[in-house]
């Protein structure tokens, strides 16, 4: 089913007779949209809106997001249950295939992903290439990138099961590439996944295991990695998954798709933030500087934000903010970690920002990523490696809206207008008549 339509809003051009009806398209919640398609050949004008924050640019029915009220559904379902209930592979399917699978479905689905997560021997030679303190990021992206050259079975895009096939390498494969560039820029030995241990249980072994000894991963600290997995799995139109579907509209490879959403993520303003948000409480690094901090962020020439702070769509708190700081508790009590400073230093500026003017009026409230560096970091994470870990996670989002992308009878190759405001036509000029 797609969007019903139902009222229109009726536009005139000023000083002319010339006049269009927008009719407004209804989802199954949220805000109409007024569908645009016909306003050019009407009016002969276009919208203009940079950054996109009055434009539908798709239908999906995978993920909601209420910002207002701080909502956030996979499928329909609140992310705090989810969370609370669910596991990451149990996301991955319920975004991918739409529902929750049965207990079938989910081992069979689980299976699928596990018999996937070892890379052909080949890609190891990729990381040779590299410089040893090469930033993960371009690792991803280039080793993802190069997938494409490896699958040639499963690049038919119009092929539902050759679709079904890259999800399930991309997500599987995904771990494996980012433990391995970790390991290689500390110059450990790649560790190969074990197919017997859960998604996230792999990923740890694969990122602390070394081959001399028998790896164990703490139950409580998987689960933890499993949560933030699922915390970051998808979020509607992003700017990296916008990424993906802009690549994907014009009939590029899963990988390829992939390898740009991953580029797209590694930005300061997106899921490099969590990098930021560590760096920031670094170089603040006693809670006494809060002050001086603030005042810094409020001041208009600074140019400095407060990391992990402010969404272009929650202007309430991000529901994921609050379970990734109830996570941040367990994982440091697990740990046994009594007094973390950095913990007390991020609570404290949280404390701070809500009660300062500036933040409430512009309603700037935590995100996702102002406690998962400290998580990831007590977990012994490096800093470089968080947006790697947003990237894991994200991928199982990126190819269920690649997917639904190419299911749609509706896609078109993305090609957005502008607001041209350049030199109009003028003539050659030859160079020795040139002042
Ligand atoms: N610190 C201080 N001021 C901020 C912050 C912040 N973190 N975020 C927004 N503002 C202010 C801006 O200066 C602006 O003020 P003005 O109206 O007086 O000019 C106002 O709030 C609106 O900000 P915009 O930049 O227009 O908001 P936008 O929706 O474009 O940006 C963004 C959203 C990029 C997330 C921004 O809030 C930001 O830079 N936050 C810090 C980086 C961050 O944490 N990114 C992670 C986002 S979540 C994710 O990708 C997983």
């Given at each position: 089913m797609s969007g019903t339509a139902n009222g229109s809003i009726t536009l005139t051009v000023e000083g002319s007779n010339k006049a269009t009806r927008l009719p407004l398209l209804h989802g199954s919640i949220g805000p109409?949209?007024?569908?645009?398609?016909?306003?050019?050949?009407?009016?002969g004008v276009f919208t203009y809106d940079p950054g996109y924050g009055a434009t539908a640019s798709c239908e999906s029915r995978i993920t909601y997001i209420d910002g207002d009220e701080g909502v956030l559904l996979y499928r329909g379902y609140p992310i705090e249950q989810l969370a609370e209930h669910s596991t990451f592979l149990e996301v991955a399917h319920l975004l991918l295939n739409g529902e929750l699978p049965n207990r079938a479905e989910s081992q069979s689905f689980e299976r699928g992903i596990l018999r996937h997560?070892?890379?052909?021997?080949?890609?190891?030679?990729?990381?040779?290439?590299?410089?040893?303190?090469?930033?993960?990021?371009?690792?991803?992206?280039?080793?993802?990138?190069?997938?494409?050259?490896?699958?040639?079975?499963?690049?038919?895009?119009?092929?539902?099961?050759?679709?079904?096939?890259?999800?399930?390498?991309l997500i599987a494969k995904m771990p494996t590439i980012a433990a391995w560039a970790y390991k290689y820029s500390i110059g450990q030995p790649f560790m190969y996944p074990r197919n017997d241990l859960g998604y996230a249980e792999n990923f740890l072994h694969m990122m602390n295991g070394v081959p001399t000894e028998s790896?164990?991963?703490?139950?409580?600290?998987?689960?933890?990695?499993?949560?933030?997995?699922?915390?970051?799995?998808?979020h509607?139109?992003?700017?990296?998954?916008?990424?993906?579907?802009?690549?994907?509209?014009?009939?590029?490879?899963?990988?390829?798709?992939?390898a740009a959403g991953i580029?797209?993520?590694?930005?300061?303003?997106?899921?490099?933030?969590?990098?930021?948000?560590?760096?920031?409480?670094?170089?603040?690094?006693?809670?006494?500087?809060?002050?001086?901090?603030?005042?810094?962020?409020?001041?208009?020439?600074?140019?400095?934000?407060?990391?992990?702070?402010?969404?272009?769509?929650?202007?309430?708190?991000?529901p994921r903010a609050k379970i990734m700081e109830r996570t941040c508790h367990e994982v440091l009590a697990e740990l046994g970690i009594k007094d973390d400073p950095l913990l007390d230093l991020a609570m404290e500026l949280e404390r701070v920002a809500l009660s300062d003017e500036y933040f409430i009026s512009k309603k700037l409230y935590p995100n996702v990523d102002f406690y998962s560096g400290i998580i990831l970091k007590a977990m012994g994470f490096p800093t470089h490696m968080f947006t790697v870990l947003f990237a894991v996670a994200r991928t199982v989002g990126w190819i269920s809206q690649w997917k639904e992308m190419i299911e749609d009878p509706l896609q078109r190759i993305g090609r957005p207008r502008q607001l041209y405001i350049g030199p109009t036509q003028?003539?050659?000029?030859?160079?020795e008549q040139r002042g």
């Open positions: 109409a949209v007024a569908d645009i398609r016909k306003l050019y050949g009407d009016l997560t070892m890379l052909h021997e080949q890609i190891r030679s990729f990381y040779n290439g590299f410089r040893r303190d090469a930033h993960p990021m371009a690792v991803l992206c280039g080793v993802v990138g190069a997938l494409s050259a490896f699958y040639h079975d499963s690049l038919d895009i119009n092929d539902p099961e050759h679709r079904r096939i890259s999800a399930f390498r790896s164990y991963v703490n139950p409580v600290l998987s689960r933890a990695m499993d949560r933030i997995l699922i915390l970051h799995a998808d509607e139109q992003n700017a990296s998954t916008s990424t993906v579907r802009l690549a994907g509209s014009t009939g590029a490879n899963p990988f390829a798709c992939i580029a797209s993520l590694w930005g300061p303003a997106h899921g490099g933030a969590n990098e930021a948000v560590l760096k920031m409480l670094g170089e603040i690094g006693h809670i006494d500087r809060i002050p001086d901090f603030i005042a810094r962020v409020k001041d208009k020439n600074s140019n400095v934000r407060l990391m992990g702070f402010g969404h272009r769509v929650y202007k309430n708190y991000d003028r003539d050659f000029v030859p160079m």
